[in-house]
């Protein structure tokens, strides 16, 4: 551990935190392609898929495309693993949210594999998702997503996926 | 089994989250399909390389994957994925073109299962494969 440093008034915290997201976010095309936003409470990471009407697959149900749930709950898992691994920089004010340039950030996790269940058929309407870490190593990390709609507890869509951390040699 | 060929040929070009994408159906006949996906910046899920997201190659795969379903023989309606696994062999190279073939190779009278390979200009090394469980329906 470095220096302690002074404590830093909660505003200046939360915008390098929401700053650094921003960038993560923003520099990944296809993320804005689908439209997804990210919400942070602390930590915690909620991916939000507005409705749109390119996203359905079945224009007879309608339902949204398995394809496109699959690109969300992957890009909710890529993300949320990212951020974790970006974290301990963020808050150690290593990385800055001021002028984060895309660059400055580590390459992205990659997908090895990954297994999407769906439970329901996705409605025309926004769904969420949430990624949970179930092992993050040096090398390897297993994470488990969950997809949900109108209510959290009937989850529309879960995945799991195995990803190849980045080597940290910058 | 032409007619069934021509309507799921439509059915997936009408598809607006596969238009979104750019696919178009290259070959479709009797549990067998193949789709392409042309290179386009939209797709790109690391900046820093060019590379496509693999959420693209999954909605590719998806789409292969349920035409081959629809086209099979012996499903008569429509059907929706249930389970897909997607294995990410190699990151696609920037600018080429991914095709995906998908095969429909069983089918009971409630579940389709099918397996793909998604490849770009270097055909011998895959760039992903897929199995995959889909519903059939139709006639109980």
């Known amino acids: 551990m470095s220096a302690r440093r002074p404590v830093e008034p909660v505003q200046v915290i939360k915008q390098r935190r929401d700053a650094v997201l921003r960038a993560m976010v923003d520099g990944v095309p296809y993320i804005q392609f689908l439209g997804i936003q990210f919400e942070r409470r602390g930590d915690e990471l909620t991916a939000v898929l507005p409705y749109k009407e390119e996203l359905i697959g079945n224009p007879l149900l309608p339902a949204l495309h398995g394809g496109a749930t699959a690109a969300f709950l992957e890009v909710t898992a890529i993300m949320t693993l990212n951020w974790r691994i970006i974290w301990e920089d963020m808050e150690s004010g290593a990385l800055d949210g001021a002028d984060t340039d895309p660059e400055m950030l580590p390459r992205l996790p990659k997908t090895i594999d990954f297994t999407v269940d769906y439970l329901r058929s996705g409605l025309p309407r926004d769904a969420y998702a949430r990624a949970r870490i179930n092992r993050s190593g040096r090398r390897y990390a297993s994470v488990h997503v969950e997809g949900w709609q109108d209510n959290r507890a009937r989850l529309y869509a879960q995945a799991t996926g195995h990803f190849l951390m980045p080597t940290r040699d910058k | ?140």
């Open chain 2, 1 to 140: 089994m032409a007619d069934k060929n021509t309507a799921a040929h439509r059915f997936i070009d009408a598809l607006p989250h596969a238009r979104a994408l750019g696919m178009h159906v290259e070959t479709m006949r009797d549990g067998e399909v193949s789709l392409s996906m042309p290179y386009a910046d939209h797709l790109v899920g690391d900046p820093r390389t060019g590379v496509v997201h693999g959420g693209a190659v999954s909605a590719l795969m998806d789409t292969c994957c349920g035409a081959a379903v629809m086209t099979h023989p012996k499903n008569t309606g429509s059907t929706a994925t249930i389970d897909l696994r997607i294995e990410y062999l190699r990151a696609a190279t920037p600018g080429q073109t991914i095709i995906a073939k998908a095969s429909c190779y069983h089918v009971t009278r409630s579940v389709a299962f099918v397996r793909a390979t998604a490849m770009d200009a270097d055909e011998d090394n895959p760039v992903a494969m897929a199995t995959g469980t889909f519903t059939v329906e139709g006639k109980a």
